[in-house]
């Protein structure tokens, strides 16, 4: 049998997709360029809020002061949080489906989010869905986040999963990275930015939502039980 391991924003919430949005109507106030904007922020998913920071300063250097910067980071952050307020992002399609069939057919699933473990868990719990994991790391957690595999071995230590025993649902280039890396199963699907020939080939499978990624593990479940069943018939004899 298997174990799963979910990342969180893209992957379950809505949630790359409904910052970069209100990234972008901030910046307009402030007559930054929507393609520069987009361009960073793709780079930033995936990781922790360091190293999104990092970026950002690097990117916007030599048109902003930071001082700048962190107003427009500010005020982006918190239109998001007013326009979903409480938490309330919207789930991802497929999300509720994947999580009721894995925990009904006894998978162990846990979260491995970059986004810091206190938020992780308040937006689960205000989904209703903190019932379905084992258990969540989150990306304070590490020192280095993805595309370094250290979030998914501690996550794997954590959880008692073997890392070649467990799929890592992912969207982000730097997601598929850190799974390849610290020896998973890698499942991509996509969010803000489709698959390039690296994602294909690191990643198990590419599906276009999670009902597809739902029904390749159940091919997965099928195949290990008619593995089961067959040593078990060969060693009755």
């Not at 960073?40 to 998913?45: A, E, P, V």
Request: hydrophobic residues 40%; charged residues 30%; negative net charge.
């Amino acid at each position: 049998m298997y174990n799963v391991i979910f990342d969180m924003d893209g992957v379950i919430f809505d949630s790359e997709r409904t910052l970069l949005d209100c990234w972008i109507e901030t910046s307009e106030k402030y007559d930054l360029d929507e393609e520069l904007v987009r361009s960073t922020y793709i780079k930033c998913i995936g990781t922790n809020i360091n190293q999104t920071t990092e970026i950002y300063k690097n990117a916007f250097q030599n048109i902003l002061s930071e001082e700048m910067l962190k107003r427009i980071w500010d005020e982006s952050v918190q239109l998001h949080r007013e326009r979903y307020a409480d938490g309330a992002l919207p789930i991802k399609k497929g999300a509720a489906d994947i999580l009721e069939y894995l925990q009904s057919s006894g998978v162990s699933v846990g979260i491995a989010s970059s986004t810091k473990k206190q938020k992780v868990e308040h937006l689960i719990r205000n989904a209703g869905l903190y019932d379905r994991f084992v258990g969540i790391v989150g990306g304070d957690a590490v020192k280095i986040s993805k595309p370094n595999p250290e979030i998914y071995l501690l996550a794997c230590r954590e959880f008692g999963f073997e890392p070649s025993d467990t799929f890592a649902i992912e969207d982000s280039f730097n997601g598929i990275r850190a799974a390849k890396a610290a020896g998973m199963r890698p499942i991509m699907v996509p969010d803000i930015v489709p698959a390039d020939a690296e994602m294909h080939r690191l990643s198990e499978i590419v599906c276009k939502d999670l009902i597809e990624a739902m029904d390749y593990l159940k091919k997965e479940r099928r195949k290990h039980a008619f593995k089961t069943d067959a040593v078990f018939c060969f060693d009755s004899r």
